[in-house]
């Protein structure tokens, strides 16, 4: 009897530090993702006009990127790269298309899958929005998938789904994604709806709302087509009319609804807290997409100007990683899934090619790509319009395209004209810049030259 009780205890010890080993070297994944959040809505990006005290305690516990692109400014094309690894074009989800079945082919894996084969717990709280039923357990591999559907204070449920997830998964390793579906509500706002499940105040006067940005004004030498979308659905942009005024109130209710999903993000940073795991829980904190955000009177997504392309890009390990800021070329919609699967040690499909962003965090790798393309097809809703765009990104240069429409091309300078304002393509002195750009794109894909005629 004794030596059974003996052999008993000794299984039981041998199984806790296996469970304490496994977690020690496999750290779990944590990704949050808020929807339609422009990267300057973060009051750790300069931005005095909100207040986001979780976003800043990520960026004081790690790197934040300031040069990180969505792969398209549209919802389930964007999402849907980012749990493929993907870009859309590639993929072929250049559209909101329906959560159906039979749409998502068995060879292109889901992030959730690769992560469930490679023995981790997973689970997928939130917005969904992917074309492929949440029920399809079998192909996305989230075993634990909760709140996906939009309903009245669906972000405020987030945390306590997160929560009840860690608490079972605590002594395992697990990839967890919150989703939160703020501050995507400034649709509704915009159009005098009721907002699709938060609620706000209505705004101050304008005087009292925050300041519009340098670039509100339409540039010269815009391509006329992004107006042409702009009127396609008035429920969509209600905005063709406004004045300065309802602009800064734009702005103002933007804020506020970025500051109440703020406090959502805490809430899961507490659930962290709460079960010991911020010591073994790599964060990856970014959005779908951004929003015009009053700039270029612009309000949703699709162009390709910055403030609908560029997201909040934050990778943190609470009382680890030092603070740093980091402006690398970054897209959310491939980088994601192969710096995830590096962090977790899992050997990803070898059909992705987004970077590893672990290797210039940790100072393995100090080359990185010194280009970046970012994507757009226009729609109304779930309908395409036939009309294709591209970015070309540099450090320095932006190159827009657009597929149809007078005037298609931009060229900017980033660095002397960050928000977009001077159209270069006709100034013969960034003629041989202009060539690279259409050269690179031209060399980018081969239905690239079809499409753009380059």
């Given at each position: 009897?004794k030596?059974?009780?003996s052999?008993?205890i ?7 530090l296996?469970?304490?080993t ?13 929807d339609q959040?422009?990267a ?8 005095q006009?909100?207040?986001?005290p979780?976003m800043d ?17 549209l ?7 980012m749990f ?20 998502w ?8 899958k690769?992560?469930k084969d490679a023995?981790?717990?997973t ?10 039923p ?5 192909q996305?591999?989230?075993e634990?998938?909760?709140?996906t559907?939009?309903g009245?204070f ?6 306590a ?9 605590k002594d395992?390793?697990f990839l967890?994604?919150?989703s ?19 609620f706000?105040?209505?705004p101050?006067?304008?005087e ?6 340098y ?22 942009y209600?905005?063709i ?8 109130q734009y ?8 500051e ?13 807290k ?30 390709l ?8 890009f ?9 603070p ?6 970054i897209?959310?919609?491939?980088d994601?899934?192969?710096t ?17 962003i672990?290797q210039?965090?940790h100072?393995k790798?100090s080359e ?11 729609a109304?809703n ?7 765009g ?8 932006k190159?827009?395209i657009y597929?149809?429409?007078?005037r298609?091309e ?18 013969k ?7 690279d ?9 081969d ?8």
């Amino acid at each position: 009897m004794k030596t059974c009780i003996s052999f008993f205890i000794v299984f039981l010890w041998c199984a806790v530090l296996s469970a304490q080993t496994d977690r020690s070297d496999r750290p779990n994944i944590l990704i949050i993702m808020t929807d339609q959040q422009t990267a300057e809505a973060m009051s750790c990006a300069g931005n005095q006009d909100l207040h986001t005290p979780a976003m800043d305690f990520l960026a004081s516990n790690g790197t934040r990127f300031t040069e990180a692109y969505c792969a398209q400014p549209l919802c389930t094309p964007s999402r849907s790269s980012m749990f493929s690894g993907v870009m859309p074009s590639e993929n072929g989800f250049i559209g909101n298309y329906p959560e159906e079945d039979g749409q998502w082919p068995d060879s292109l894996l889901f992030m959730g899958k690769i992560f469930k084969d490679a023995g981790y717990k997973t689970g997928y709280v939130g917005k969904w929005h992917i074309p492929l039923p949440a029920s399809n357990i079998a192909q996305h591999g989230f075993e634990y998938i909760e709140n996906t559907w939009t309903g009245d204070f669906m972000d405020a449920a987030i945390p306590a789904y997160s929560a009840r997830f860690m608490k079972e998964n605590k002594d395992h390793p697990f990839l967890l994604v919150a989703s939160f579906l703020n501050p995507h509500d400034i649709c509704e706002w915009a159009r005098d709806d009721y907002l699709k499940m938060d609620f706000i105040d209505n705004p101050p006067p304008p005087e009292e709302c925050p300041e519009l940005p340098y670039n509100w004004k339409i540039s010269p030498l815009e391509p006329p087509i992004i107006r042409e979308q702009q009127k396609v659905n008035l429920r969509t942009y209600p905005s063709i009319d406004w004045g300065e005024g309802r602009w800064r109130q734009y702005r103002w209710a933007y804020n506020r609804l970025v500051e109440r999903v703020d406090g959502y993000v805490q809430m899961i940073l507490d659930g962290l807290k709460k079960y010991g795991l911020e010591d073994n829980t790599i964060i990856i904190f970014t959005s779908d997409h951004g929003d015009g955000y009053a700039a270029h009177q612009w309000n949703q997504k699709q162009v390709l100007y910055q403030e609908s392309i560029k997201v909040p890009f934050i990778i943190s390990k609470i009382g680890d990683f030092q603070p740093e800021v980091n402006d690398r070329l970054i897209c959310n919609g491939t980088d994601i899934m192969t710096t995830a699967c590096s962090y977790a040690g899992i050997e990803g499909p070898s059909y992705l090619k987004g970077r590893d962003i672990s290797q210039i965090m940790h100072g393995k790798q100090s080359e990185w790509r010194d280009t970046l393309v970012v994507e757009t097809d226009f729609a109304d809703n779930t309908v395409l319009l036939d009309i294709k765009g591209r970015a070309v990104i540099t450090s320095q240069y932006k190159y827009i395209i657009y597929s149809k429409g007078e005037r298609r091309e931009q060229l900017f300078d980033l660095k002397s004209d960050p928000g977009e304002t001077k159209n270069l393509v006709y100034d013969k002195r960034y003629q041989t810049t202009l060539a690279d750009m259409r050269n690179y794109l031209k060399n980018y894909s081969d239905t690239e030259r079809e499409i753009f005629g380059l």
